[in-house]
């Protein structure tokens, strides 16, 4: 049972109501034996899925349905002078254009609107159109003419802070106030240091490219809106475009049933969202915009660039002293919401270190906005700390996992409090070092141009806790089944599986008695957006709780209905059971029926993380690797990975997405760059013939050790979350293997043919052998 | 610095006559009044309905269009309607026989073989050309098969385990029926 909270606090002279939802259901144990969790099901949605029936976003038809398209900017920084849609207009069967000249000034991206005379990147948005047809839409963008006065533009992110740089934004080229941290004294770190190394590190712009675009089917019926959109929260979206059409929020229904990936970049919605809304209103038909792919990599979010400057100090022994890092952070042109990319993160907290100092500065440049990107900042931040710790490993004479041994924390050090699985990092070195044999299989002879190496990287992130608010209601049914109904969404992580797990466990029914509703605002209680790894752990618990409560009035109804005490009933397997009895005295079905038309329902909810421990997820990863020294190519042959993700709820599943992240990892390691002609401010490679995902020709052996152990003072169910962290450590683990390889650091990603060999030509040929 | 875009207004976007095909799809001749420049993706997606084949990039680079053409795997992204006039066309909603899933379908929901699922019918679809010019394919011909097919999930060691498996099955169901002929 949930009991609602709310207390005043005055915090500062402001007044702040604060609610929580406390369910005191005590956690599975770390020893419970379960009947669905922990097994390896498959998905629930496979059927749909391999017969081409799921129904994506891209997939929604609805009788008079309408297709959009956006012109965009051809310049990097533009004003319009004039735009003149009349021609696009007469065309045979258009039936919308919307531009500045007369859509609603809707503010959009803080300090703009959703058409503005001002464009900031090559993509912008000018204008757009709703057809009969796709291809009369693209043929009426091209007959828009349009008038642009080009603006000076700037693109690359230390050129953007100079005094003579053209401005993005009348206060400068500075997004927002730069992030400052420190602990302890840094300085006096530094001077304390027997050993000191320094290092400056870059990472490139990386695109999601989910292979569903962003886009979304609107359709109006009288004063109310349905927008089909391809989103990783369709409570953000409905909030933000319910704000932006002046629309109340119960008149705004948002649907996502299955999507094509999101990777972070659709946790929030975007300016098409709102156009074609607007388009569906002027057109009186539903109206689908999706982008295509080029708009997808252009003005859809990316990783944001970052240069970063490393100092770490230690004594001989190994013990750090200090970590100071600066760090710069490619904004784009304008500010997105969602979750930060909190580049400093892992530098306060991933080793122990009494004096820490981090200077993160956002710099806005004429490029599509940054949107976070599975484990945003995390992912760049390990790419530099990561190196920085093999190369002190090595100014030390030291192993670099004994290194990281010897700066172990079992606190979070930015607000001091314990992590409620203190042991999670050093049992995920355990396994990998055990695993691949570490401290004996080292080095290797040279084979004519081939020479190996292997790397080690580690990581923590902080999102897999998961978090309150988060709702779900159960029915159970006449017949012993159930119906679960939360607003959350499956982004294709396998989140229907594993709260379909989570229920019935929780009810006592079999897997195929429950169906799972979610990924709608017009039936499912509130739900956060699905990301930071949290949906498991944030809605896991809340289901538990509804279930919790559904099982104990289905026991009371037995109890009646059997005329056996209460206390000695329970419910496994949909069936009622008798204490010890071998058989059971009747089914939930037979329970259910007896009271029929009554159904048995509650709501559930996510209760508070614990306010006196910190809730990380934890992971060590290793990489084995071959580089030709002749041809630059790295070859990936084996990635062995661990991570603390508290109990596994699906191994089967969660293997999946493990092998998936390091995928990820792999391609922001060796192949995936956003090239940027910065005289041009053009993206030279918004596609997927040049920006290069990996393929299944680029995917050596990949080996996932289970840690599995639950995390009980993290939530009732114990387990944390898994999406993000496999990735955070590939890159840096292949560039240390890199570096065991040849001597040689590489100190920007992607590391591919050609930074490969101009590193190596910097090298003299005789150190290399 | 003032700029007018002109340059596309010589591009007048006369609409050419829409032309007839006919075709098989799936086994069922379809007749269609399709605008010469309509790509077979979007003749099936728009004028068919038949959405289970994605559109991705739109340019031939990543796979998720894959149907089978007269036998072949192709990319419907890159091919005209009217160029397919008179084919026959297989696309992921004519594999599965009422409930019973193709092997290959079912080996992918076996083995987890996809996480979003949009690139999964193209996926499918490049596996069953293989499967069905060549049913005893290696290891590396299975690979070879799905390597214009992007994942970006990175479900590729499922998909090929599932392409495997989907070999086991065809091939056991294949010697099972040889018996039977053997012994009638």
Redesign the interface.
């Given at each position: 049972m949930v009991t609602l909270n709310v207390t005043r606090k005055n915090q500062e002279g402001e007044v702040k109501i604060e609610v929580s939802e406390l369910d005191t259901i005590s956690p599975w144990s770390a020893t419970e034996s379960f009947a669905v969790v922990g097994k390896s099901v498959p998905r629930l949605e496979g059927n749909e899925k391999v017969t081409g029936r799921a129904r994506y976003t891209y997939d929604v038809r609805l009788p008079g349905q309408l297709y959009a398209r956006v012109l965009r900017s051809p310049h990097p920084h533009a004003r319009i002078l004039a735009i003149d849609t009349s021609r696009a207009e007469q065309l045979n069967g258009v039936r919308a254009v919307l531009s500045i000249a007369n859509a609603p000034a809707i503010p959009w991206y803080e300090k703009s609107f959703i058409f503005d005379r001002t464009l900031r990147f090559i993509g912008d948005e000018v204008a757009a159109v709703a057809a009969e047809t796709e291809e009369i839409a693209d043929d009426a963008i091209r007959l828009i003419d349009v008038s642009y006065e080009v603006i000076p533009h700037i693109t690359d992110l230390e050129e953007a802070l100079g005094t003579n740089a053209p401005r993005i934004w009348p206060e400068g080229n500075v997004a927002g106030d730069p992030k400052v941290y420190a602990r302890g004294d840094p300085e006096a770190g530094f001077r304390q240091a027997e050993v000191t190394i320094e290092g400056i590190y870059h990472t490139n712009v990386a695109l999601h490219n989910s292979l569903e675009p962003h886009g979304c089917t609107a359709s109006w019926e009288g004063d109310r809106l349905t927008l089909w959109s391809s989103t990783q929260s369709v409570f953000t979206v409905r909030q933000e475009i319910a704000k932006a059409l002046e629309l109340s929020e119960n008149r705004l229904r948002v649907i996502k049933e299955h999507m094509g990936g999101g990777f972070g970049a659709k946790q929030i919605s975007w300016k098409q969202d709102v156009i074609a809304s607007l388009l569906s209103r002027e057109s009186g038909r539903p109206v689908q915009l999706m982008l295509d792919r080029r708009a997808e990599n252009l003005a859809a979010g990316n990783r944001n660039g970052t240069i970063q400057r490393v100092r770490l100090g230690a004594l001989r022994n190994g013990t750090l002293t200090a970590i100071a890092a600066d760090i710069l952070q490619g904004r784009g042109a304008y500010a997105t919401g969602g979750e930060a990319s909190d580049v400093s993160g892992m530098y306060k907290t991933l080793y122990r270190c009494p004096n820490v100092s981090t200077h993160a500065t956002n710099v806005y440049i004429n490029t599509g906005p940054a949107v976070a990107f599975r484990a945003p900042g995390h992912v760049e931040a390990a790419f530099a700390l990561e190196q920085a710790m093999d190369e002190l490993a090595t100014a030390l004479d030291l192993d670099p996992v004994e290194l990281r041994r010897r700066n172990y924390s079992e606190i979070e050090q930015i607000e001091g409090k314990p992590y409620t699985l203190p042991e999670g990092l050093r049992l995920c070195y355990d396994r990998v070092t055990e695993a691949v044999d570490w401290s004996t299989n080292q080095k290797w002879a040279p084979d004519g141009s081939k020479r190996r190496g292997v790397g080690f990287a580690a990581h923590d992130w902080v999102a897999g806790s998961g978090h309150p608010p988060g709702y779900a209601w159960i029915e159970l049914l006449s017949d012993g089944t159930a119906n679960v109904v939360t607003g959350t969404q499956d982004i294709g992580t396998g989140t229907r599986t594993g709260l379909a797990q989570v229920a019935a466990e929780e009810l006592g029914l079999p897997l195929d008695s429950i169906t799972l509703h979610l990924g709608d605002t017009g039936v499912g209680p509130y739900a956060p957006v699905s990301s930071g790894s949290a949906t498991q752990a944030t809605m896991g618990p809340a289901i538990r709780s509804a279930g919790r409560d559904v099982r104990q009035q289905l026991l009371q109804v037995a109890a009646v209905a059997l005329d056996i005490p209460v206390e000695r009933l329970h419910v496994r397997n949909g069936s009622v059971w008798n204490d010890q009895d071998a058989q059971p005295v009747a089914t939930v079905a037979e329970i259910m029926q007896k009271i029929s038309p009554h159904t048995l329902q509650a709501k559930g909810a996510r209760s508070p993380n614990p306010p006196e421990q910190a809730i990380r997820t934890f992971g060590a990863q290793f990489a084995d690797i071959e580089v030709d020294i002749e041809t630059g190519e790295i070859t990936v042959l084996r990635i062995v990975t661990a991570h603390d993700v508290g109990r596994i709820i699906n191994p089967h599943i969660i293997d999946s997405q493990v092998v998936g992240g390091v995928i990820q990892g792999i391609g922001f390691g060796l192949t995936e760059e956003r090239i940027l002609d910065h005289r041009l401010g053009r993206v030279m490679n918004p596609n997927l013939e040049e920006y290069n995902v990996p393929t299944v020709a680029d995917i050596p052996r990949i080996e996932h050790l289970h840690v599995d152990v639950a995390d009980t003072l993290a939530n009732s169910t114990g387990a944390k979350g898994v999406g993000e962290p496999p990735l955070i450590p590939t890159a840096p683990a292949i560039a240390n293997a890199f570096f065991n390889a040849t001597g040689v650091r590489l100190r920007s990603n992607p590391l591919n043919r050609a930074r490969v060999l101009d590193e190596l030509a910097g090298m003299k040929s005789g150190s290399l052998t | 610095?003032?700029?007018?875009?002109?340059k596309?207004?010589q591009?007048t976007?006369t609409?050419t006559e829409p032309t007839t095909v006919l075709l098989t799809i799936n086994g069922i001749n379809r007749l269609v009044l399709v605008?010469p420049?309509?790509t077979l993706l979007?003749l099936l997606?728009?004028d068919l309905?038949?959405?289970?084949?994605?559109?991705?990039?739109?340019?031939g680079?990543?796979g998720?269009c894959t149907v089978i053409v007269d036998g072949l795997a192709k990319y419907s992204c890159l091919l005209l309607a009217i160029d397919c006039d008179g084919s026959h066309i297989t696309?992921?909603?004519g594999?599965?026989k009422g409930n019973n899933?193709d092997p290959i379908?079912?080996a992918?929901?076996?083995h987890?073989a996809?996480?979003?699922?949009?690139?999964?019918?193209g996926q499918?679809m490049s596996l069953r050309a293989l499967l069905d010019a060549q049913p005893d394919p290696t290891d590396e011909e299975i690979?070879l098969a799905?390597?214009g097919?992007?994942?970006?999930?990175?479900?590729?060691?499922?998909?090929?385990a599932a392409g495997r498996r989907a070999v086991d099955i065809e091939s056991n169901r294949a010697s099972v029926d040889r018996d039977r002929q053997g012994g009638d």
């Amino acid at each position: 049972m949930v009991t609602l909270n709310v207390t005043r606090k005055n915090q500062e002279g402001e007044v702040k109501i604060e609610v929580s939802e406390l369910d005191t259901i005590s956690p599975w144990s770390a020893t419970e034996s379960f009947a669905v969790v922990g097994k390896s099901v498959p998905r629930l949605e496979g059927n749909e899925k391999v017969t081409g029936r799921a129904r994506y976003t891209y997939d929604v038809r609805l009788p008079g349905q309408l297709y959009a398209r956006v012109l965009r900017s051809p310049h990097p920084h533009a004003r319009i002078l004039a735009i003149d849609t009349s021609r696009a207009e007469q065309l045979n069967g258009v039936r919308a254009v919307l531009s500045i000249a007369n859509a609603p000034a809707i503010p959009w991206y803080e300090k703009s609107f959703i058409f503005d005379r001002t464009l900031r990147f090559i993509g912008d948005e000018v204008a757009a159109v709703a057809a009969e047809t796709e291809e009369i839409a693209d043929d009426a963008i091209r007959l828009i003419d349009v008038s642009y006065e080009v603006i000076p533009h700037i693109t690359d992110l230390e050129e953007a802070l100079g005094t003579n740089a053209p401005r993005i934004w009348p206060e400068g080229n500075v997004a927002g106030d730069p992030k400052v941290y420190a602990r302890g004294d840094p300085e006096a770190g530094f001077r304390q240091a027997e050993v000191t190394i320094e290092g400056i590190y870059h990472t490139n712009v990386a695109l999601h490219n989910s292979l569903e675009p962003h886009g979304c089917t609107a359709s109006w019926e009288g004063d109310r809106l349905t927008l089909w959109s391809s989103t990783q929260s369709v409570f953000t979206v409905r909030q933000e475009i319910a704000k932006a059409l002046e629309l109340s929020e119960n008149r705004l229904r948002v649907i996502k049933e299955h999507m094509g990936g999101g990777f972070g970049a659709k946790q929030i919605s975007w300016k098409q969202d709102v156009i074609a809304s607007l388009l569906s209103r002027e057109s009186g038909r539903p109206v689908q915009l999706m982008l295509d792919r080029r708009a997808e990599n252009l003005a859809a979010g990316n990783r944001n660039g970052t240069i970063q400057r490393v100092r770490l100090g230690a004594l001989r022994n190994g013990t750090l002293t200090a970590i100071a890092a600066d760090i710069l952070q490619g904004r784009g042109a304008y500010a997105t919401g969602g979750e930060a990319s909190d580049v400093s993160g892992m530098y306060k907290t991933l080793y122990r270190c009494p004096n820490v100092s981090t200077h993160a500065t956002n710099v806005y440049i004429n490029t599509g906005p940054a949107v976070a990107f599975r484990a945003p900042g995390h992912v760049e931040a390990a790419f530099a700390l990561e190196q920085a710790m093999d190369e002190l490993a090595t100014a030390l004479d030291l192993d670099p996992v004994e290194l990281r041994r010897r700066n172990y924390s079992e606190i979070e050090q930015i607000e001091g409090k314990p992590y409620t699985l203190p042991e999670g990092l050093r049992l995920c070195y355990d396994r990998v070092t055990e695993a691949v044999d570490w401290s004996t299989n080292q080095k290797w002879a040279p084979d004519g141009s081939k020479r190996r190496g292997v790397g080690f990287a580690a990581h923590d992130w902080v999102a897999g806790s998961g978090h309150p608010p988060g709702y779900a209601w159960i029915e159970l049914l006449s017949d012993g089944t159930a119906n679960v109904v939360t607003g959350t969404q499956d982004i294709g992580t396998g989140t229907r599986t594993g709260l379909a797990q989570v229920a019935a466990e929780e009810l006592g029914l079999p897997l195929d008695s429950i169906t799972l509703h979610l990924g709608d605002t017009g039936v499912g209680p509130y739900a956060p957006v699905s990301s930071g790894s949290a949906t498991q752990a944030t809605m896991g618990p809340a289901i538990r709780s509804a279930g919790r409560d559904v099982r104990q009035q289905l026991l009371q109804v037995a109890a009646v209905a059997l005329d056996i005490p209460v206390e000695r009933l329970h419910v496994r397997n949909g069936s009622v059971w008798n204490d010890q009895d071998a058989q059971p005295v009747a089914t939930v079905a037979e329970i259910m029926q007896k009271i029929s038309p009554h159904t048995l329902q509650a709501k559930g909810a996510r209760s508070p993380n614990p306010p006196e421990q910190a809730i990380r997820t934890f992971g060590a990863q290793f990489a084995d690797i071959e580089v030709d020294i002749e041809t630059g190519e790295i070859t990936v042959l084996r990635i062995v990975t661990a991570h603390d993700v508290g109990r596994i709820i699906n191994p089967h599943i969660i293997d999946s997405q493990v092998v998936g992240g390091v995928i990820q990892g792999i391609g922001f390691g060796l192949t995936e760059e956003r090239i940027l002609d910065h005289r041009l401010g053009r993206v030279m490679n918004p596609n997927l013939e040049e920006y290069n995902v990996p393929t299944v020709a680029d995917i050596p052996r990949i080996e996932h050790l289970h840690v599995d152990v639950a995390d009980t003072l993290a939530n009732s169910t114990g387990a944390k979350g898994v999406g993000e962290p496999p990735l955070i450590p590939t890159a840096p683990a292949i560039a240390n293997a890199f570096f065991n390889a040849t001597g040689v650091r590489l100190r920007s990603n992607p590391l591919n043919r050609a930074r490969v060999l101009d590193e190596l030509a910097g090298m003299k040929s005789g150190s290399l052998t | 610095m003032t700029v007018t875009t002109t340059k596309e207004e010589q591009m007048t976007a006369t609409v050419t006559e829409p032309t007839t095909v006919l075709l098989t799809i799936n086994g069922i001749n379809r007749l269609v009044l399709v605008e010469p420049r309509r790509t077979l993706l979007d003749l099936l997606r728009h004028d068919l309905a038949l959405t289970g084949t994605k559109k991705v990039c739109d340019m031939g680079n990543c796979g998720a269009c894959t149907v089978i053409v007269d036998g072949l795997a192709k990319y419907s992204c890159l091919l005209l309607a009217i160029d397919c006039d008179g084919s026959h066309i297989t696309t992921i909603e004519g594999l599965a026989k009422g409930n019973n899933l193709d092997p290959i379908q079912q080996a992918f929901i076996d083995h987890d073989a996809f996480q979003c699922g949009f690139c999964t019918s193209g996926q499918i679809m490049s596996l069953r050309a293989l499967l069905d010019a060549q049913p005893d394919p290696t290891d590396e011909e299975i690979e070879l098969a799905v390597t214009g097919n992007l994942c970006r999930c990175g479900a590729y060691p499922n998909i090929v385990a599932a392409g495997r498996r989907a070999v086991d099955i065809e091939s056991n169901r294949a010697s099972v029926d040889r018996d039977r002929q053997g012994g009638d």
